[in-house]
């Protein structure tokens, strides 16, 4: 049978012992630090990243503007008669007789009868008659 | 044993090192608690950073959203000419960015030189593609400067209505000048801090006040109606060795403008060098005695009041009338002509005694209702009223010389706006050359709608002088060359000497011819007028085959159809007829 051992009781630890609560609270207060540590950096890695993508964004903008205002200036009427001239494209309006007209059903013309009055946009704003 | 000497230096290292640390912990500790707001200040300011947000200026679009002036963001590219001397570049970035650049290499060298100097323009308002070439390079001692330029993508296209923005950019002609305050936007402002870097800290933004972009401003003109008038007039201009010459196209049921052209013209991107004269709007800031052209208002007038009707016969002289002692004449010597044919062959002295028979009072009253001696109100800067004097300033010939077109001076758009409101059943409408202003964030902040003026004449009189109109460019009438195959066109020649000290000129003239079509069924007004042609210099020589150039090409882009049937205006004969009691002779 073990023999039980039996413990010393006049064998007391000379050391101080750290209260827990107390380590618990310094334990708390470093992640805390630490949080707000690691809060601080990331939002200025987030403000220096916004301050990126403002750039970014004006740039971008700027490159739009840039693309926009070369379009226009390729599709200007010059530049587009100097593209037909280069490819000896002679453009010329139909004629006439080569033109097929449809009647739409609010067409102010009824063809082959009497014209029907244009809307007359003055008539629609109650002014004062004079005549 | 240690030696006494080093206790001593080790004594005096530690008192040194004590008295530092002490010295540093009392002025720190004085920095912090003692009176520090100085130093506080020059930190704060050292620190701090204020940065106005600059906004572009809005666009400018035609109706169909065509780009015709923009904010473009650019390079201004400077050399440090201290930097490249010590690298001894001089000469390689010299021939480099007079190559890319399109300089001349002997003024970027004299600039890349300079001995002492750290900052000199190479070139300003460079494109971002060009200056990444340049940047490309890597060349020492060359930096680039962000800015911001007013760019006209068609150049000379629609100057004169489209204007410029100075360098201040403040808006100084044209739309750019009338428009300014929706174009110009408000700047915003960011208050906060740097760092070391002088980079802006993000977290330390105190203040953003959020800029508004500039508004956009849509016309309502057609860059491609605006580009047909313009290369007629450019023809014209030619053929006519013509000193200036001017159109406008106005949709005649709601008074806008779709094109609006004067010639000379002036390169937008290039205004600075352009002479004063050049950057004229003629066609509402240019005055002129509109000759015949004016008779349509007189003759419409005494039609509407019923002194006269079509088909009255009046005495025309055969070329040479005396009234009060002072003699008329006719270009081409008549006998009798009907009123009908008084505006037909362009009649003076008919024109002259309808104008009595009307009366003084009642010719001014209708040329007032017309718009005459008053401005119309466009949205233009630098329009002008014309000249017509009150009743009281006139002479006894007075009423005689206006209804040929002398004595009064009227703008192009006032003497188009008077056809139009013929060709309108008589409503006289506001031209227009804004259709809208939308905000950066689309939204709309001013539309213009259609605006009448006054009704001078009933539908009545105006169908009937749509007819007589007509009668002009037919078989017969002066404005013949106006006449485009399909359609019926109506209009009116005028060639008005120009005056000169002491009377008027023989060899100077201008010469216009305004009208509209189809006549049956009126969609847009045309005037286009011409200074100075030579050697031909009647309006239905000169201007009339100008018109009928833009207005072949209009039908087609406005896919306007001919009106198949002569009824309206054969109705509108009959109703003249009608009116008539029979053939009164005046």
């Known amino acids: 049978m073990a023999r039980k051992r039996k413990r010393n009781r006049k064998k007391q630890s000379a050391g101080y012992v750290f209260p827990t609560p107390l380590a618990g609270i310094l334990v708390l207060a470093a992640v805390l630090a630490l949080s707000y540590l690691w809060l601080c950096g990331r939002c200025e890695a987030l403000g220096t990243r916004i301050l990126e993508l403002e750039k970014t964004q004006e740039d971008v903008h700027h490159r739009y503007l840039n693309e926009e205002f070369k379009w226009s200036v390729t599709k200007s009427r010059r530049n587009l008669r100097r593209a037909l001239a280069r490819h000896q494209i002679n453009m010329v309006w139909p004629d006439e007789r080569h033109i097929v007209r449809l009647p739409q059903p609010d067409d102010r013309l009824i063809y082959g009868s009497l014209p029907v009055p244009a809307r007359q946009f003055a008539q629609h704003v109650g002014i004062t008659m004079n005549d | ?586």
């Open chain 2, 1 to 586: 044993m240690i030696d006494k000497r080093y206790i001593v230096r080790i004594a005096v290292v530690i008192a040194a090192v004590f008295l530092s640390l002490a010295g540093l912990g009392t002025r720190l500790a004085f920095l912090h608690l003692g009176p520090n707001d100085e130093f506080r200040q020059r930190v704060l300011r050292a620190r701090h950073v204020e940065k106005e947000i600059v906004v572009s200026r809005g666009r400018i679009l035609d109706r169909h959203g065509n780009i015709l002036a923009m904010d473009l963001a650019v390079k201004n590219i400077f050399a440090d000419p201290k930097v490249i001397l010590e690298k001894n570049q001089v000469r390689f970035i010299a021939s480099h960015l007079s190559r890319l650049l399109q300089l001349d290499p002997a003024i970027v060298l004299d600039k890349v030189s300079r001995p002492g100097r750290r900052f000199e323009y190479v070139k300003k308002c460079v494109f971002e593609d060009k200056a990444e070439e340049v940047r490309q390079l890597g060349l020492p001692g060359i930096h680039f400067e962000e800015a911001s330029h007013r760019y006209y993508p068609h150049n000379h296209q629609m100057c004169h209505v489209v204007g410029f923005s100075n360098a201040q950019r403040v808006g100084s002609a044209g739309i750019e000048q009338q428009m300014n305050k929706y174009l110009k936007g408000r700047p915003g402002l960011r208050i906060g801090e740097k760092d070391g870097r002088r980079r802006e800290v993000y977290n330390r933004r105190n203040l953003e006040i959020e800029p508004q972009e500039g508004a956009d401003v849509y016309l309502t003109l057609d860059h491609n109606i605006q580009g047909i008038v313009e290369e007629a007039l450019d023809s014209a201009m030619v053929k006519h060795s013509a000193k200036a010459a001017w159109a406008i196209v106005q949709r005649i049921q709601t008074g806008e403008i779709l094109a609006m052209a004067s010639r000379p013209a002036y390169s937008l991107n290039n205004y600075g060098k352009t002479p004063q004269e050049f950057m004229r709007n003629r066609p509402i800031s240019y005055v002129y005695e509109p000759g015949s052209t004016f008779k349509v208002a007189v003759i419409a007038a005494a039609l509407n009041e019923g002194i006269v009707h079509p088909s009255d016969v009046i005495d025309c002289e055969n070329g040479v009338w005396y009234y009060k002692g002072r003699p008329l004449r006719d270009f081409h010597g008549y006998d009798k002509l009907s009123v009908a044919d008084v505006l037909q062959k362009s009649s003076n002295i008919g024109a002259a005694k309808i104008a009595l028979t009307l009366g003084d009072q009642k010719l001014e009253d209708y040329l007032r209702k017309f718009g005459v001696g008053k401005q119309t109100g466009i949205d233009l800067p630098g329009e002008e009223g014309g000249i017509f004097h009150s009743r009281d300033r006139w002479s006894a010939i007075s009423a005689t010389r206006i209804a040929m077109g002398h004595e009064v001076a009227v703008s192009a758009l006032q003497m188009l706006n008077i056809v139009c409101a013929i060709a309108n059943d008589g409503f006289l409408m506001k031209p227009m050359v804004i259709s809208k202003v939308v905000n950066a964030k689309g939204m709309s902040m001013y539309e213009m709608e259609p605006e009448v003026l006054s009704r001078p004449i009933s539908e009545d009189t105006a169908a009937t002088m749509r007819g007589l109109l007509t009668r002009v460019t037919e078989e017969g009438g002066t404005g013949r060359r106006a006449v485009i195959e399909g359609y019926k066109v109506a209009g009116k020649t005028g060639t008005a000497q120009k005056p000169v000290a002491g009377g008027y000129s023989d060899s100077a003239n201008i010469a216009s011819f305004v009208g509209f079509l189809p006549a049956e069924l009126p969609e847009v007004g045309i005037i286009v007028v011409v200074d100075e042609p030579q050697p031909l210099h009647t309006g239905g020589s000169v201007s009339a085959p100008v018109f009928r150039e833009i207005a072949e090409e209009l039908v087609h882009y406005l896919e306007i159809p001919p009106v198949h049937t002569d009824v309206a205006l054969s109705e509108n004969s009959l109703r003249a007829g009608n009116h008539s009691t029979g053939r009164r002779e005046l």
